[in-house]
């Protein structure tokens, strides 16, 4: 009986067991992601209105791997694109250009793909609009063509509300 109970523990120890793993693919993204965590904060009137933001980021880099221009997709709302450009200087980006030189991929051009859901417990939930995805592959009111390198996705929810202690 007593085998039988210490089996259980270990295989109950076993499978409870997690392990972090890194992208090894894309270790600069961890970097990037970073670096969005301690600089970005979604604008209040964004988050006041649980209005999300599904979008992509065009980065374009030049030799040296500086950007050049950082570009949103049309379904961002322009308090998002305008609050990004604000802090563009804050985040690393030079990471995703030497992690995609030193892997030989020549683009210069990267998109990355950018969600943000927001939620106030007990008032409202953001939607992504069939309307906003229309536009997601759109700049300028055009698709995005050209040679690209697209990136992993980055994700944030935002829920903000009372709880109860």
């Known amino acids: 009986m007593k085998k039988f109970f210490l089996i259980t523990g270990l295989f109950l120890f076993i499978s409870l067991t997690v392990c972090g793993q890194k992208n090894d693919d894309f270790p600069s993204f961890e970097k ?5 965590a301690v600089h970005f904060k979604y604008p209040e009137e964004l988050k006041d209105h649980c209005i999300p933001t599904i979008t992509l980021m065009k980065l374009q880099f030049d030799n040296d791997g500086e950007i050049l221009d950082i570009v949103f997709s049309d379904s961002a709302h322009p308090l998002f694109v305008d609050y990004m450009q604000k802090i563009r200087d ?3 980006f030079k990471s995703i250009y030497t992690d995609l030189k030193n892997k030989g991929y020549t683009s210069k051009t990267v998109l990355i793909p950018f969600q943000i859901d927001s939620e106030k417990i007990g008032e409202c939930i953001s939607t ?3 309307a906003d995805l229309k536009k997601v592959y759109l700049f300028s009111g055009k ?4 040679e690209y390198f697209l990136y992993p996705s980055i994700y944030f929810r935002i829920v903000v509300g009372r709880t109860n202690i």
Not at 32 to 36: R, T
Not at 143 to 146: E, I, K, L, Q, V
């Open 143 to 146: 698709p995005s063509s050209g």
């Open 128 to 130: 992504i609009s069939s």
């Open 90 to 92: 804050d985040l690393d």
């Open 32 to 36: 990037l992601y970073s670096s969005l």
